[in-house]
């Protein structure tokens, strides 16, 4: 069924959110990085973090709380290891951190073949797809993870939750090859806590296996949830950790007291930590393509192969996001529902700036 979306231009767009971020005393550079981000994530399609998230997660568990600190400087910390940068952000805006570490990482990339930033003492950056996405648009093989803002997800057979939905995200360099880049972005539970409030309000069931209630017993009714399930049950409960280790690594809180800064006694930390890393194609390249092809005919070979031989209609990941940037353009500007549009001037009342005339929007059917 058809959906109504407004087109926003993307200055509009940007101008009401960094007014917003300014509003709540982040600098220039921190709200244009907090709006860059949140375009991105509009622009692809990606309505789970687009700004409307970004303000609502700093209200519950940033500059609203204690997680995230506005006009802030990254302290680097001193390293032995010249392809590796380690960085206390000192609670800095999430968005802020995560692109200047993939600028540095991509630096250390030119210069090294690899770079590698970590980021202690962070606050969470959103959509880890757009960081990769840009370092894959500039010829980039990059990864990033994240440590989620809360514990909510229970390791495979457990009934409490200590994990976070702790996402991943890659990004390929395929756009010769594909017109787009591969990127592939998932967090490692079920489904989001959001999307059980959803279908409680809505008196819908969740999915199988997607939650469980006090007893650790899997449930389907949104009333009874106390924590998600990580997907692909022992697969998923393994990726999950993969952040939880790295964010140990680097100088992470424990999981059930981030965020939760009540629990925080003194000594402890609640802050989450990321992780980026980037390599340039050419550092890996074994010479030794078949059938004469340089690294780019073999990347665009492989893409074919797996698409063939009765394949030619699977998707690939990064290709609804492609399709949705191509569909802004097209338009001219943001794709917004009636809903996000109330939405957004709902926050430009409260920060006292000028609304959208829902009027004077373009409408499309998608």
Same mark, same amino acid.
């Given at each position: ?27 220039a550079a921190e709200a244009a990085a907090g709006a860059r981000l949140c375009a991105e994530a ?92 840009? $370092? %894959?648009?500039?010829?980039?093989? +990059?990864? *990033?993870?994240?440590? @989620?803002?809360?514990?909510?997800? /229970? &390791? =495979? !057979? ?51 296996? $997607? %939650?469980?209630?006090?007893?650790? +017993?899997? *449930?389907?009714?949104? @009333?009874?949830?106390?924590?998600? /399930? &990580? =997907? !692909? ?51 890996? $390249? ?7 092809? *340089? ?21 690939l990941p990064g290709q609804l996001e492609a399709e949705a940037a191509r569909r802004c353009a ?29 009027? $004077? ?6």
């Open positions: 069924m058809a959906e109504t979306f407004h087109v926003v231009p993307e200055s509009d767009h940007n101008a009401l959110v960094e007014a917003a971020y300014r509003q709540r005393g982040f600098n509009a622009r692809h399609g990606i309505r789970t973090h687009n700004a409307l998230k970004a303000l609502h997660l700093d209200h519950l568990f940033g500059t609203g709380s204690q997680g995230c600190v506005a006009d802030v400087e990254i302290e680097e910390i001193p390293s032995r290891f010249p392809a590796a940068k380690i960085w206390n952000a000192h609670r800095q805006l999430g968005q802020a951190t995560a692109y200047a570490a993939l600028e540095e990482a991509i630096r250390l990339a030119d210069q090294y073949g690899v770079g590698m930033v970590s980021v202690d003492n962070a606050f969470h950056y959103l959509w880890g797809g757009g960081y990769v996405m840009e $370092a %894959a648009r500039r010829g980039y093989v +990059a990864y *990033t993870n994240c440590t @989620a803002a809360l514990a909510e997800v /229970v &390791p =495979f !057979g457990g009934k409490f939750p200590t994990l976070g939905t702790n996402p991943h995200s890659w990004g390929l360099p395929t756009t010769d090859a594909l017109g787009f880049p591969i990127v592939i972005d998932w967090a490692t539970s079920v489904v989001a806590m959001g999307r059980v409030q959803q279908l409680a309000r809505e008196g819908k069931a969740l999915p199988p296996h $997607a %939650a469980v209630d006090a007893e650790g +017993a899997i *449930t389907t009714d949104p @009333a009874q949830v106390k924590a998600l /399930v &990580p =997907f !692909g049950a022992h697969k998923g409960y393994g990726l999950a950790l993969i952040n939880e280790l790295i964010g140990a690594f680097i100088g992470g809180s424990l999981p059930t007291l981030r965020n939760r800064w009540s629990n925080v006694t003194e000594g402890e930390k609640g802050t989450c930590c990321f992780f980026f890393q980037v390599w340039h194609p050419d550092a890996m $390249a074994g010479g030794d393509f078949a059938a004469g092809r *340089t690294q780019a005919e073999n990347v665009k070979a492989v893409v074919a192969d797996v698409l063939g031989h009765g394949n030619e209609t699977c998707m097209a338009h001219g500007g943001l794709l917004f529902s009636t809903a996000e549009v109330n939405a957004f001037n709902e926050l430009a009342s409260e920060i006292g700036v000028a609304a959208w005339s829902i009027d $004077a929007l373009k409408s499309v059917e998608i």
